[in-house]
């Protein structure tokens, strides 16, 4: 999707707890005051060099892609044509769409279910409080960082090759991918507990284990929870057009619409997928709040009512709700599993495929075609989000009612943002590619779009959640409305804005990598290609060169964070 979290390798939308990185919703500091007389403090390297890094690569870029006036009104006037013969929209049969819907969401369940069994023991040895071997350690933190930096689709692409056409590749492609986010957030809220609780039971004589579970991972519970519902509704986005490659789910009926020229149908499948994320994101959002700590002022602080002994808790509401909760949770994750199209045989079989696979990994090959692949990505995401920030901001600066104070229009750009970011970024791409023609134009304006929705909606939150003094303080001098925004609201807001900028580069990157799978340039066209042709040390030359440029993104990101947050 587009959307969804800074944090994580996929779209944000609620403060997720347990994570180091900047938070939708998460309060900057302050800004630090001198006393009269006092130097001006020295401006981060990063405040300045950053935005310049991103206004350089975007010169280069708009000469790269071929971005011109011209060029830009004639293909709107190309989209404006198409979306045209995609009215009005029809669903064609509504059982066959159901039953992908469906499909689709028991793929997300699924593969949310795996990841988040699997990232448990990560996350536990991932963690710095693992008193385990540091081999051990090493191999966890590998596992979550590869499995982050390689996104679903690619995921899906590989597992079709092993497991064949269907849900299953889908499904186990989600769950490997959400292992990179599930994991390392995970493993952040075992860093941040307090060690009291597992000095104290580690000195009676409990084992590793026991210790574990009796304090880290249930005082992690409530944490966790709010994580995985979050991921979910990632995945459903992601889900929804894994069937682009063959990995089941709407995906499916939408290839085969926009392949055919149905245009209309294609558009009713889009509003579909749309309606089923708006619907989620909201189920989603309301869950959250019921396991949120003290969501309301009826909520009580104790676990458990007393019992008829010390021993023995009782039973109240709220403990009978959980447990119904969580036992309905497992169900609905045991019957999703049993829709993937599971079966021994293919097992069997793909053992066999998977083996072909990895043996054709090595050696890797890495050409000039893979280096100017990757390039094009890495310029394509980098162009996409200035041009995104830029727009985002301006949306986010009139979408905040202490700042522009319009309710209708605040209401207005948050509607249009839900409804940009509900459409997922290669959906876009499938547009522009049947409206302008292959090539990284079209995976551009995909992406701008995307990095458009992100922005507005992280600096949105970020712009609600500053401390409002300075601002009131500055109008009543007399201030102007520009005024206040530059000398009591950007102040504040810097941190925010450089993170997460940083956080929408990460995530445009990582879709600019799949966009050419459906001819929007950048790396995925040859990816797939190579897969598909049996090209497996090339498939493996790309891969490692994708995980390559997505951590040392993040490795800049992280001393942006530190010199600026």
Not at 390 to 405: D, E, K, Y
Request: include cysteine; glycine fraction near 8%.
């Amino acid at each position: 999707m587009s959307g969804t979290t800074r944090q994580i390798v996929e779209d944000p939308r609620t403060p997720r707890p347990g994570s180091r990185e900047p938070r939708d919703g998460q309060r900057p500091s302050a800004p630090r005051t001198s006393p009269p007389g006092s130097k001006r403090p020295r401006v981060s390297a990063a405040t300045l060099g950053i935005p310049l890094a991103y206004l350089a690569v975007t010169v280069f870029g708009v000469w790269w892609i071929d971005i011109r006036p011209a060029a830009v009104a004639a293909g709107f006037g190309d989209i404006a044509r198409l979306l045209e013969r995609m009215v009005p929209p029809t669903t064609g049969p509504v059982s066959d769409l159901l039953t992908l819907a469906l499909e689709t969401l028991w793929i997300a369940i699924a593969g949310t279910g795996l990841a988040t069994i699997a990232s448990v023991f990560l996350a536990a040895a991932a963690s710095r409080h693992f008193t385990g071997p540091k081999l051990v350690r090493w191999l966890a933190q590998g596992i979550i960082i590869v499995t982050r930096a390689v996104p679903s689709l690619i995921f899906a692409i590989l597992f079709v090759r092993i497991f064949g056409l269907g849900p299953l590749a889908g499904g186990l492609a989600i769950a490997v991918h959400s292992i990179g986010m599930i994991g390392k957030m995970m493993a952040d809220v075992f860093e941040e507990q307090s060690p009291s609780p597992r000095e104290a039971i580690a000195s009676v004589g409990a084992s590793r284990l026991q210790n574990f579970v009796s304090t880290t991972l249930t005082r992690a519970l409530p944490a966790v929870t709010s994580l995985v519902i979050y991921r979910l509704d990632i995945n459903v986005r992601a889900s929804a057009v894994l069937g682009l490659v063959g990995a089941g789910g709407i995906g499916v009926a939408l290839q085969t619409a926009i392949g055919s020229l149905n245009y209309r149908r294609a558009a009713g499948i889009i509003l579909v997928i749309v309606a089923l994320l708006l619907i989620l994101e909201l189920v989603a959002y309301l869950v959250q709040r019921a396991v949120a700590e003290h969501a309301d002022e009826h909520t009580q602080s104790q676990l458990h009512v007393a019992g008829s002994t010390p021993a023995a808790p009782g039973w109240n509401r709220s403990r009978v709700l959980r447990s119904a909760a969580a036992a309905s949770a497992v169900i609905l994750f045991l019957y999703s599993l049993s829709q993937l199209s599971l079966n021994l045989s293919r097992l069997g079989q793909a053992w066999n495929n998977a083996l072909a696979l990895l043996s054709g990994f090595v050696p890797p090959v890495f050409t000039e075609e893979i280096l100017l692949g990757i390039f094009e990505s890495v310029i394509m995401a980098f162009t996409a989000t200035f041009f995104g920030v830029l727009v985002g901001l301006v949306i986010a600066v009139l979408s905040t009612r202490h700042l522009v104070r319009f309710e209708p229009l605040s209401l207005a750009l948050r509607g249009i943002v839900v409804f940009m970011r509900g459409i997922p970024d290669i959906v876009y791409a499938l547009i522009f590619v049947a409206a302008l023609g292959l090539g990284p134009f079209a995976g551009f304006l995909a992406l701008s779009i995307s990095c458009t929705a992100l922005a507005s909606k992280f600096f949105t939150d970020s712009l609600q959640n500053i401390d409002p003094a300075p601002l009131r303080a500055l109008e009543a001098t007399g201030a102007g409305r520009i005024q206040v925004f530059v000398s009591g609201v950007w102040p504040q807001f810097v941190p925010s804005f450089i993170g997460n900028s940083l956080f929408t580069s990460d995530l445009a990157l990582r879709e600019s990598a799949v966009l050419g799978i459906v001819g929007a340039g950048g790396i995925g066209f040859l990816l797939d290609e190579s897969v598909a042709t049996l090209h497996y040390q090339q498939t493996a030359g790309i891969l490692i060169g994708l995980i390559v440029v997505v951590v040392a993104l993040e490795s800049v990101a992280r001393w942006a964070r530190r010199k600026v947050i």
